[in-house]
């Protein structure tokens, strides 16, 4: 089955403020991790189910997948994954 990815707006603006908080610091480190989050994409859409289940919801269909200390967070929909969120590693989600 082919996936289409799709970027929910809060999951843009969780990078966007990624990459504004990494760039304080380093330009270019910011840049490779804004790139490594969105290459991730690419491995979500072949292998979705590869993600783990994310433990605040328990729900088969909502993964995430890690990017160095980030947690991208989707739901899995029919052939439709959607990127709900990218938070720091340690931050508890609420249902959303």
Not at 36 to 45: E, F, G, K
């Amino acid at each position: 089955m082919a996936y289409q990815v799709v970027w929910s707006p809060k999951a843009l603006d969780d990078v966007e403020a990624i990459a504004i908080y990494i760039a304080r610091d380093s330009a270019s480190y910011a840049a490779v991790v804004v790139k490594r989050i969105l290459d991730a994409t690419v491995h979500i859409r072949k292998s979705p189910f590869s993600g783990q289940i994310v433990p605040e919801f328990g729900d088969s269909n909502i993964r995430e997948y890690s990017v160095f200390s980030y947690r991208m967070i989707y739901r899995i929909q029919d052939n439709i994954i959607t990127i709900a969120a990218v938070l720091y590693g340690k931050t508890l989600l609420d249902k959303f």
